[in-house]
């Protein structure tokens, strides 16, 4: 059916990420490969609106596989992403006496997986985790890289491990269902990776939605060409993704070069402030990466380091993508004051990932530019 393998060899674990359609119904084939033959039992881990869509046909898989599954279902939505339900989920996978030997199953978003993974990571001081990532920020950024975490008071995914999963899955044909925001908060994330991996692959996604725009998703996936440049799209991504974090797999604090993990936060740093300022409330994430993205270009260019071509380019790009919240009522001085505790709680000098051509990105120390550049970027990007 097309599908595409992308074999990673992490320093931790080797695994694979497979990218196809109408994959659920014989997902347990797929995971029987990835996991050991002692597994017995399946705790699956997703949420009541993820499981309604898909959970029984993965469930009846890994059944008629003869595996025991036990469903626990997180509530859903960020807030979710909590110690308490961190608890939650090691409970039940003791109360159901899931072994060494025995795996979990993510089926969900980022939310999801992020939980399910820190779960497995240190029940038992590790059992054998699979995602089945069901949104599109999940199938190209977090399933991939073995981050786990949850959230505290403190911040986002404060508390985590580095745990690479045994497999991912990826069936394309889950985003049929995927809300037109969440589709485009994950197209911003592809354009993000596009632009700091290479020419070839931001025209690829350039293209891809140049012919498909998000706002109109669901009618193409009776279509094969469609289907067939999804995944080819994801697995391109996925790839980028991949190489840039199996040379820098636990994103080595002291690197600056421009290959450092650190590049995947193009566009993050205003992005975690635009987030912050509102409560994390108004943006979905991908949405505050968009407006960061244009934030980061904007800069570069201002900072004559980015072509005004460039610029253009990446802003036509994103208006492919969709519209981005309104952010004309975003107080400078706020975005500041969000940046400066952004700063404290990391510990370390902050920093902007900027664009010297697309393909070529440099982090750069906020204090090294100008704070009028910054304040005059921000101005041009939030009040235009
Ligand atoms: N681990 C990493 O490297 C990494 C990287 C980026 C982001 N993240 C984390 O990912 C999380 C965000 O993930 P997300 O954007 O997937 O959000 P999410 O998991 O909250 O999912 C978004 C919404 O879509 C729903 N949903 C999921 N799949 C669906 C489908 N197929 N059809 C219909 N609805 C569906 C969910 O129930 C939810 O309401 C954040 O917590 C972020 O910190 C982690
Ligand atoms: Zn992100």
């Avoid at 589709?183 to 354009?191: D, P, Q, R, S, T």
């Avoid at 070529?360 to 204090?367: A, D, F, H």
Wanted: with cysteine; hydrophobic share 40%; proline share 2%.
């Amino acid at each position: 059916m097309g599908n595409i393998s992308v074999k990673l060899n992490g320093s931790a674990r080797r695994y694979e990420i497979k990218i196809g359609h109408d994959l659920l119904n014989n997902c347990s084939r797929w995971a029987q490969k990835c996991l050991s033959p002692e597994t017995k039992k399946i705790a699956l881990v997703s949420n009541a609106k993820v499981f309604r869509l898909y959970g029984e046909v993965v469930k009846k898989s890994f059944e008629n596989a003869g595996l025991e599954v036990f469903v626990w279902k997180m509530g859903d939505g960020e807030k979710y992403k909590n110690l308490c339900s961190l608890e939650k989920a090691l409970k039940f996978f003791s109360q159901n006496k899931l072994k060494r030997t025995d795996a979990a199953v993510a089926l969900g978003g980022g939310v999801v997986g992020d939980l399910a993974g820190f779960a497995a990571a240190i029940y038992l001081r590790g059992i054998s985790f699979l995602q089945i990532p069901t949104t599109l920020l999940a199938m190209i950024d977090s399933s991939v890289g073995g981050k786990t975490a949850v959230n505290t008071e403190f911040g986002k995914n404060l508390i985590g491990a580095f745990y690479q999963p045994n497999g991912v899955l990826i069936d394309v044909k889950t985003l049929r269902t995927l809300p037109r925001r969440e589709l485009v908060a994950g197209f911003c994330e592809a354009v993000k990776q596009g632009a700091i991996a290479n020419q070839k692959l931001f025209d690829q996604t350039a293209e891809f939605l140049k012919n498909y725009s998000p706002a109109n998703f669901k009618n193409c996936f009776s279509d094969k060409k469609f289907l067939v440049e999804l995944e080819n799209l994801l697995a391109a991504q996925v790839r980028f993704k991949a190489e840039i974090v199996m040379q820098d797999e636990r994103e080595s604090v002291a690197r600056i070069d421009g290959k450092s993990r650190k590049i995947l936060n193009f566009g993050h740093t205003l992005a975690h402030a635009l987030e912050k300022v509102t409560d994390y409330k108004y943006f979905k994430h991908g949405e505050a990466v968009g407006c960061g993205i244009l934030f980061a270009a904007e800069l570069s260019k201002k900072l004559n380091i980015l072509d005004n071509s460039e610029l253009k380019l990446l802003n036509d790009v994103l208006r492919r993508v969709g519209k981005l919240p309104d952010t004309s009522n975003i107080k400078i001085e706020k975005v500041f004051e969000a940046f400066a505790f952004d700063k404290k709680t990391i510990g370390e000098s902050l920093q902007f990932i900027l664009l010297e051509k697309i393909g070529k990105p440099v982090i750069l120390q906020t204090g090294d530019i100008p704070k009028s550049a910054i304040e005059k970027s921000l101005e041009t990007v939030l009040h235009r």
